[in-house]
Structures are given as structure tokens and as C-alpha cells.
């Protein structure tokens, strides 16, 4: 099993920007290592989206059109941390945020739920208008 602990959430104005940070933990992250880590988030009344995701040795990125230039992720692999800068706030923003985890280091299709092994329990990032 791979624990998944997120922090960092809060409320912000609009143009605002908070940094959201998981850190990975648990056996089977220690014996297999990790592939990919990523950021999705929800709405709500929507569904899951896909929001970023990074390989964990390689560095290589993705994001989603929304987010892309406003928001970054990296990794601390000696913290075993991914961070979510959040720049350039908008209330669309709003919703809570997930970590998650995944054996496979490719991140040419990571944009599915179904994609990911391991889950946070999300925190609350709130942007107000």
C-alpha cells in the first residue's frame, strides 16, 4: 500500500496563489518505488478532473489546458513530495484536490481516474471572486 498525505489547501482571492504539497509513504513505495504522481481535482457537482502530473524519476510534466502557464508541479524525491504551485487563482478553481500515485512512470495517458493506483483523501482549495 502507498499512503498519500495532502496539504495546503485554504481559502484565497481571486489572483491569488497557494502551494499544495503530498507526501508519499508505505511499503509498497518502498520496495517498488514510484512511477508517477499526480494532481486532479473536483468540483462541486462535477466530475474528477485531471489537473497535472509528473514522472517521478525522468521529471517529465503534463497538464491540463486550464491550468497550463498558471500552474506547476514538482517533485522532492528525497521527501518523497509533490508540490502543486497554484498561481493566478480563478474561482473556477475551486474544489477539492486529490494526490495520486501510480506505478508506471509514463505519463502519456494519465488523464483517467482509472489510470491511478493510489489516492489522497483531497484538500479544499476555495478562490473567491
Known amino acids: 500500500q502507498v499512503q498519500l498525505v495532502e496539504s495546503g489547501g485554504g481559502l484565497v482571492q481571486a489572483g491569488g496563489s497557494l502551494r499544495l504539497s503530498c507526501t508519499a509513504s508505505g511499503r509498497t513505495f518502498s520496495i517498488y518505488g514510484m512511477g508517477a504522481m499526480g494532481w486532479f481535482r473536483q468540483a462541486p457537482g462535477k466530475e474528477r478532473e485531471f489537473v497535472a502530473a509528473i514522472s517521478w524519476s525522468g521529471g517529465s510534466t503534463t497538464y491540463a489546458d486550464s491550468v497550463k502557464g498558471r500552474f506547476t508541479i514538482s517533485r522532492d524525491q528525497v521527501k518523497k513530495t509533490v508540490y502543486l504551485q497554484m498561481n493566478s487563482l480563478k474561482p473556477e478553481d475551486t474544489g477539492v484536490y486529490y494526490c495520486?500515485?501510480?506505478?508506471?512512470?509514463?505519463?502519456?495517458?494519465?488523464?483517467?481516474?482509472?489510470?491511478?493506483?493510489?489516492w489522497g483523501q483531497g484538500t479544499q482549495v476555495t478562490v473567491s471572486s
Open positions: 495520486a500515485s501510480r506505478y508506471s512512470e509514463t505519463i502519456l495517458v494519465v488523464r483517467s481516474n482509472h489510470d491511478w493506483n493510489y
